[in-house]
Nanobody
Framework: QVQLVESGGGLVQAGGSLRLSCVAS????????MGWFRQAPGKERKFVAT????????LYADSVKGRFTISRDNAKNTVYLQMNSLKPEDTAVYYC???????????????WGQGTQVTVSS
C-alpha cells in the first residue's frame, strides 16, 4: 500500500506562484510514476502532469504547459508541482497519485492523496 500526503495549497492572486508537495510512504516501490490531477467543484477530476521515479520524462496537460513543472526528490520520496502564472481557472483541489506507468487518466493510477485546495483570485 502507498500513502500520499499533499501540502502547499492556499490562496494566491492571479499571476502568482505556488508549489505543491506530495510525500509518498509505504510500498512506494510498487509504483513507477506519480501524477498530479485537479478537480474543480462540480467537474471531473482532470490530468495535470506526470513524472517517473526513475527518469525525468514528463507529460503535461495542454492547459498547464509552460506554466507548471512537475519534479521529484527521490531521497525525500517527494513529488512537487511548481505552478507559475496562475489563473483563476486553475482553482481546484489538487491531488497527487501513484501508478504503474505513464497515464493521463484517473483510472491509470492506483493510489491517491487527500487533496490540497488551490484558490487563485482575479
Amino acid at each position: 500500500q502507498v500513502q500520499l500526503v499533499e501540502s502547499g495549497g492556499g490562496l494566491v492572486q492571479a499571476g502568482g506562484s505556488l508549489r505543491l508537495s506530495c510525500v509518498a510512504s509505504g510500498r512506494t516501490f510498487s509504483s513507477s510514476v506519480m501524477g498530479w490531477f485537479r478537480q474543480a467543484p462540480g467537474k471531473e477530476r482532470k490530468f495535470v502532469a506526470t513524472i517517473s521515479w526513475s527518469d525525468d520524462n514528463t507529460l503535461y496537460a495542454d492547459s498547464v504547459k509552460g506554466r507548471f513543472t512537475i519534479s521529484r526528490d527521490n531521497a525525500k520520496n517527494t513529488v512537487y508541482l511548481q505552478m507559475n502564472s496562475l489563473k483563476p481557472e486553475d482553482t481546484a483541489v489538487y491531488y497527487c497519485a501513484a501508478g504503474p506507468y505513464y497515464s493521463t487518466v484517473v483510472d491509470g493510477y492506483y493510489y491517491w492523496g487527500q487533496g490540497t485546495q488551490v484558490t487563485v483570485s482575479s
